[in-house]
């Protein structure tokens, strides 16, 4: 089957019927099924898969690949269906592979500060699973995602500043292939030289090379001191040169994160919350007590380089955790300040050094924008992301929001950036990969696709831009 091909009717009904014999009823073709698995969390439209295949071992999602392919029939891996570039959508029917039951933490090695999961725990399952070994693992993407779906968007968050990002955080993958064959890409060792690294090859794949069934991950010690603190300042400028300042002086901070004006007032009616409304910047420190006191007091005087003000620390970890978790159910904060609008999200990620200036180039280009706009961001990476509330029901608005985004992706790359940070590319960002990479590494990458998918069933339509 080629890439493109019509998928003959005949040949889902026969993957179906085979499904059935090997999964019995966990395999689906209920309409609430297959609705719940044919979008994800973004605007994109519903695109429903055929049946929908509840995996619960390798073994399993390696016959299930394999009738898929004896039928020619696409194959979408899903995690917890929290992307938000349609990553997830049947572009073209097939057959959705739900990976959320292989949920089990398979093996804990404290003593080589890694871990084992099945591909369905969640990040916070495992944090739950971790809380009496006196390790965590870092990487927190802003919603309950599966770690194999982290690992194949090559997620990050609010921690990837000091811990780095799924890309840093996955030791070895187990994979099925679109043959059905399993493969191991490494070893647990912290690195290796041996050959070429498969494990970074399926990082960010997004189900379109293979489908991830375990996964690897290092952990990390708690640290044994922790402190959070808020910062406002007097205009957007000041905060994020504040990031920068911070991030080129060397101070090892675990968060940064920058809330503008419109973000901090959503933020303080969602938490019940009284923080000044102007924009602000979130930090984290870890390390000794010492150590700890050290960073807070060096970010302080460099924020008051700044005019930061209200330097204010979240005492005691409830009031941190409330924090956070207010911090990371952003998303629907924002929301809530326009009732019945969709949040289109941007996730562009520069040089640090450029960072001030691309948020001055959105800012400028979208300051007569018809619908709120508000800036939230990882700047410390960064990496930000604009927010349009826009009423779905007005295409002018939705085609302002995507022409917005398009110019804000054109600058981040001139800049040297990249049009996503952190969420992937799914089908939304795949028109401009060849403008980010060039046509060579777009022809490697295609090149890939057909060594490891040469009849194009897995998650097809995502990531390489048709033609
Ligand atoms: C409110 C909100 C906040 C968010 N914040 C962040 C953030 O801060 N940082 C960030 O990085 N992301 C963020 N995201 C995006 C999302 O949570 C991540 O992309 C996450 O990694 C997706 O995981 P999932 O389990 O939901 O995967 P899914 O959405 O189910 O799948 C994502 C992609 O990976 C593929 N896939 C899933 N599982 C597997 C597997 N086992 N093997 C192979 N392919 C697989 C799918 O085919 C699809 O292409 C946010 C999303 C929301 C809704």
Same mark, same amino acid.
């Given at each position: 089957?080629?890439?493109?091909?019509?998928?003959?009717?005949?040949?889902?009904?026969?993957?179906?019927?085979?499904?059935?014999?090997?999964?019995?009823?966990?395999?689906?073709?209920?309409?609430?099924? &297959?609705?719940?698995?044919?979008?994800?969390?973004?605007?994109?439209?519903?695109?429903?898969?055929?049946?929908?295949?509840?995996? /619960?071992?390798?073994?399993? @999602?390696?016959?299930?690949?394999?009738?898929?392919?004896?039928?020619?029939?696409?194959?979408?891996?899903?995690?917890?269906?929290?992307?938000?570039?349609?990553?997830?959508?049947?572009?073209? +029917?097939?057959? %959705?592979?739900?990976?959320?039951?292989?949920?089990?933490?398979?093996?804990?090695?404290?003593?080589?500060?890694?871990? %084992?999961?099945?591909?369905?725990?969640?990040?916070?399952?495992?944090?739950?699973?971790?809380?009496? %070994?006196?390790?965590?693992?870092?990487?927190?993407?802003?919603?309950?995602?599966?770690?194999?779906?982290?690992?194949?968007?090559?997620?990050?968050?609010?921690?990837?500043?000091?811990?780095?990002?799924?890309?840093?955080?996955?030791?070895?993958?187990?994979?099925?292939?679109?043959?059905?064959? @399993?493969?191991? %890409?490494?070893?647990?060792?912290?690195?290796? !030289?041996?050959?070429?690294?498969?494990?970074?090859?399926?990082?960010?794949?997004?189900?379109?090379?293979?489908?991830?069934?375990?996964?690897?991950?290092? /952990?990390?010690?708690?640290?044994?001191?922790? !402190?959070?603190?808020?910062?406002?300042?007097?205009?957007?400028?000041?905060?994020?040169?504040?990031?920068?300042?911070?991030?080129?002086?060397?101070?090892?901070? *675990?968060?940064?994160?920058?809330?503008?004006?419109?973000?901090?007032?959503?933020?303080?009616? =969602?938490?019940?919350?009284?923080?000044?409304?102007?924009?602000?910047?979130?930090?984290?420190?870890?390390?000794?007590?010492?150590?700890?006191?050290?960073?807070?007091?060096?970010?302080?005087?460099?924020?008051?380089?700044?005019? +930061?003000?209200?330097?204010?620390?979240?005492?005691? *970890?409830?009031?941190?955790?409330?924090? =956070?978790?207010?911090?990371?159910?952003?998303?629907?904060?924002?929301?809530?300040?326009?009732?019945?609008?969709?949040?289109?999200?941007?996730?562009?990620?520069?040089?640090?050094?450029?960072?001030?200036?691309?948020?001055?180039?959105?800012?400028?280009?979208? &300051?007569?924008?018809?619908?709120?706009?508000?800036?939230?961001?990882?700047? +410390?990476?960064?990496?930000?992301?604009?927010?349009?509330? @826009?009423?779905?029901?007005?295409?002018? $608005?939705?085609?302002?929001?995507?022409?917005?985004?398009? &110019?804000? @992706?054109?600058?981040?790359?001139? /800049?040297?950036?990249?049009?996503? +940070?952190?969420?992937?590319?799914?089908?939304?960002? !795949?028109?401009? /990969?060849?403008?980010?990479?060039?046509?060579?590494?777009?022809?490697?990458?295609?090149?890939?696709?057909?060594?490891?998918?040469? $009849?194009?069933?897995?998650?097809?339509?995502?990531?390489?831009?048709?033609?």
């Amino acid at each position: 089957m080629s890439a493109a091909a019509p998928l003959a009717p005949s040949a889902v009904e026969a993957a179906i019927a085979d499904l059935k014999v090997l999964l019995g009823e966990r395999c689906s073709t209920t309409q609430a099924d &297959r609705e719940h698995h044919g979008r994800d969390e973004s605007p994109h439209p519903l695109c429903p898969p055929d049946a929908v295949a509840y995996a /619960l071992s390798t073994d399993e @999602v390696s016959a299930i690949v394999r009738i898929c392919r004896r039928h020619g029939v696409p194959l979408i891996a899903f995690g917890a269906g929290t992307s938000l570039e349609g990553h997830t959508s049947a572009l073209r +029917g097939g057959v %959705t592979v739900d990976l959320s039951r292989m949920n089990a933490v398979l093996s804990v090695r404290p003593e080589d500060l890694d871990v %084992t999961v099945q591909c369905g725990v969640t990040r916070q399952q495992l944090n739950t699973h971790l809380r009496d %070994t006196g390790l965590f693992f870092p990487v927190d993407p802003g919603a309950h995602a599966t770690l194999g779906g982290m690992a194949a968007t090559r997620a990050s968050g609010t921690n990837a500043v000091r811990y780095g990002t799924m890309r840093e955080n996955v030791l070895s993958l187990t994979v099925v292939l679109a043959d059905g064959r @399993v493969l191991k %890409t490494a070893n647990r060792a912290r690195k290796s !030289s041996a050959g070429y690294d498969l494990t970074r090859l399926f990082v960010g794949s997004e189900g379109t090379l293979g489908i991830i069934t375990e996964v690897t991950l290092r /952990l990390y010690g708690i640290p044994e001191a922790v !402190s959070a603190s808020i910062c406002a300042f007097p205009d957007i400028e000041a905060a994020v040169d504040t990031a920068i300042a911070c991030i080129q002086s060397g101070v090892p901070v *675990a968060r940064v994160e920058l809330l503008d004006t419109l973000a901090m007032t959503a933020f303080n009616r =969602w938490s019940k919350s009284d923080h000044p409304e102007t924009p602000t910047l979130f930090f984290e420190f870890h390390g000794t007590p010492a150590g700890v006191a050290e960073q807070a007091a060096m970010v302080r005087e460099i924020a008051d380089g700044f005019g +930061g003000s209200a330097f204010r620390f979240a005492e005691g *970890a409830e009031a941190r955790n409330r924090l =956070w978790e207010a911090r990371h159910n952003f998303h629907y904060a924002i929301q809530a300040m326009r009732p019945g609008a969709s949040a289109y999200g941007t996730d562009t990620c520069v040089p640090i050094s450029r960072l001030a200036e691309c948020i001055r180039g959105v800012f400028e280009d979208t &300051r007569n924008a018809p619908f709120p706009v508000s800036a939230l961001g990882h700047v +410390g990476d960064g990496n930000f992301h604009m927010t349009f509330l @826009v009423d779905p029901a007005n295409p002018e $608005e939705v085609r302002l929001a995507e022409a917005y985004n398009e &110019r804000l @992706v054109r600058h981040a790359i001139a /800049l040297g950036g990249t049009c996503t +940070g952190e969420h992937g590319v799914g089908f939304g960002k !795949s028109k401009f /990969l060849r403008e980010e990479h060039g046509d060579v590494a777009l022809d490697v990458m295609r090149l890939l696709k057909q060594a490891l998918d040469p $009849e194009g069933i897995l998650n097809p339509g995502k990531i390489l831009p048709e033609g």
